[in-house]
C-alpha cells in the first residue's frame, strides 16, 4: 500500500538557523498538505500542494512539491521559538480527501 | 477554535469494556473522518463518511470498531472490549463536500488510555 516517509524524525535547530524537512512517497500524489501539531495539540493546516514541482511561501516557510509529485520539502528559515512542533506531510489520492499521513519531524528550537 | 469538537477530551477505561467517542463536524462539511495517533507516529486512517454513508474503512479497523454517523451530522465511534493497544489519540476530521484537497479540520481529539 502507500507508505509515506518524512525525514528527520527529529530535528533541534538553534534559534535563527534554517532547516529542511523532507517527504517521500512511495505512490504518485494527487495533492500534498502540511500540518503543524503543537506539543498537546492536534494536527493544523499549513498548506496544500497540487501542481507538479509547485512551490509556496508562508512568510518564513516555503514548500515544494517535486516534479514526479512523490516528494515535498518544508523550508524554514530564521526559526523561532514558536517553530517549536511536529511537522506532518499527508499525501491525498483519492477524491474522497483521504490523507496518508507521514510519521512527522519534531522540531525542537534552542534559544 | 477549528470547530470540529470531540467529546470526550480523555477516556480511562479497564481492558474488556466498551467506550463511545462523538465527534460533531463543522455543520457544513460533508466529509467526516476517523484518525487514530500514537505517540511519535502521525495520524493513521481508519473511517471516512460522506453525509451518512460510510464510503471506506481500513483494513487496521478490526471488528471490534465500529463508526456510524446516522443522519450526516455527528459521528460515533466505538470500541467494544478494548485492549491495551487501543490506547492512542482518536482524531476527528472535517472537510467541505466536494472539493478535492482541501484542507481537513482536526478536532482536538479523545485521548484513549486503557488499563
Known amino acids: 500500500g502507500q507508505q509515506v516517509m518524512q525525514i528527520p524524525q527529529y530535528q533541534h535547530v538553534q534559534e535563527g538557523e534554517d532547516f529542511t524537512t523532507y517527504c517521500n512517497s512511495s505512490t504518485t500524489l494527487s495533492n500534498i498538505q502540511w500540518y503543524k501539531q503543537r506539543p498537546g495539540g492536534h494536527p493544523v493546516f499549513l498548506i496544500q500542494?497540487?501542481?507538479?514541482?509547485e512551490v509556496k511561501k508562508q512568510k518564513r516557510l516555503t514548500f515544494q512539491f517535486g516534479e514526479a509529485k512523490k516528494n515535498s520539502s518544508l523550508h524554514i528559515t530564521a526559526t523561532q521559538t514558536t517553530d517549536v512542533g511536529t511537522y506532518f506531510c499527508?499525501?491525498?489520492?483519492?477524491?474522497?480527501?483521504?490523507?496518508?499521513f507521514g510519521a512527522g519531524t519534531q522540531v525542537v528550537v534552542t534559544p | 477554535d477549528t470547530g470540529v469538537s470531540q467529546d470526550p477530551r480523555h477516556k480511562i477505561t479497564k481492558r474488556g469494556q466498551n467506550v463511545t467517542f462523538r465527534c460533531d463536524p463543522i455543520?457544513?462539511?460533508?466529509?467526516l473522518y476517523w484518525y487514530r495517533q500514537t505517540l511519535g507516529q502521525g495520524p493513521e486512517f481508519l473511517t471516512y463518511f460522506q453525509n451518512e454513508a460510510q464510503l471506506e474503512k481500513s483494513r487496521l479497523l478490526s471488528d471490534r470498531f465500529s463508526a456510524e454517523r446516522p443522519k450526516g451530522s455527528f459521528s460515533t465511534l466505538e470500541i467494544q472490549r478494548t485492549e491495551q493497544g487501543d490506547s492512542a489519540m482518536y482524531l476527528c476530521?472535517?472537510?467541505?463536500?466536494?472539493?478535492?484537497?482541501?484542507?481537513?479540520?482536526f478536532g482536538q481529539g479523545t485521548r484513549l488510555t486503557v488499563v
Open positions: 455543520s457544513e462539511h460533508n466529509r
Open positions: 500542494l497540487v501542481k507538479s514541482g
Open positions: 476530521a472535517s472537510r467541505p463536500k466536494d472539493r478535492l484537497g482541501t484542507e481537513a479540520f
Open positions: 499527508a499525501g491525498g489520492t483519492d477524491s474522497w480527501g483521504k490523507l496518508q
